[in-house]
């Protein structure tokens, strides 16, 4: 399978712990998006990267939340200080060079419980 | 900031019908536009993108685009009960998407 991957599916998790997300973008795309879905909502767009440069972050995106790309491959999310209302999905995306930037692929997301 | 709504309800259709789903956008400027379906507890998968105004079609679906009234719908042909999901209407720009809420959609054999 050649689509975008995220791991883990699925995170349960307690309040006040610091969770990581990781995502593997379709290869050879360079941007490579992040987004959170609550039940009954669209995603919303948190943090865009093209190669290794984080070049948007929405006002969504709080301190406790980071995210990197080291040398523009695989992306990871971290949420410090976990909240409840952090449970969402998390939507990894990429886009490949070139193309539209905005024609976008999911991954099948990290779903996140925080108790 | 984008604006996208689709503000229809859940849609039950008998299979075979056609399934109708609109959405209108705030920001004049916008040049992209997505339908992605989405089945319950998956991520989103990109079925149609259009660009121009217009009708662009890929088989049984059909995306509709008109800029001047900000309006985008997608029509499902000859529905089929694995057309049952959420599709949500995306607006592209800034490098970012904006998505609606969805419309749920239930064929019915």
């Known amino acids: 399978d050649t689509g975008v991957s995220q791991n883990p599916r699925h995170k349960i998790t307690k309040r006040g712990q610091n969770v990581t997300f990781r995502c593997d973008p379709i290869?050879?795309?360079?941007?490579l998006y992040w987004y959170r879905q609550t039940l009954g909502q669209g995603p919303e767009f948190l943090t865009y990267?093209?190669?290794?440069?984080?070049?948007?972050k929405s006002r969504l995106l709080s301190d406790r939340f980071s995210a990197e790309r080291p040398k523009g491959s695989f992306s990871t999310l971290e949420i410090q200080r976990t909240e409840q209302g952090d449970s969402a999905m998390y939507l990894c995306?990429?886009?490949?060079?070139?193309?539209?930037?905005?024609?976008?692929?999911f991954g099948p997301g990290t779903r996140l419980t925080v108790l | 900031q984008k604006e996208v709504e689709q503000n229809s309800g859940p849609l039950s259709v008998p299979e075979g019908a056609i399934a109708s789903l609109n959405c209108t956008y705030s920001?004049?400027?916008?040049?992209?536009f997505f339908w992605y379906r989405q089945y319950s507890g998956k991520s989103p998968e990109l079925i149609m993108s259009?660009?121009?105004?217009g009708d662009k079609e890929d088989g049984r679906f059909t995306a509709q685009l008109n800029k001047a009234s900000q309006y985008v719908s997608l029509l499902i042909r000859d529905s089929q009960p694995s057309d049952s999901a959420t599709y949500l209407c995306?607006?592209?720009?800034?490098?970012?998407?904006?998505f609606g809420k969805g419309n749920q959609v239930v064929v019915i054999p």
């Open positions: 995306a990429s886009s490949p060079p070139g193309g539209r930037p905005d024609t976008q692929y």
């Open positions: 290869s050879e795309h360079n941007r």
């Open positions: 990267f093209q190669n290794e440069a984080q070049l948007e």
């Open positions: 920001d004049r400027g916008s040049q992209s």
């Open positions: 259009i660009y121009s105004n």
């Open positions: 995306a607006v592209g720009g800034n490098n970012r998407l904006a």
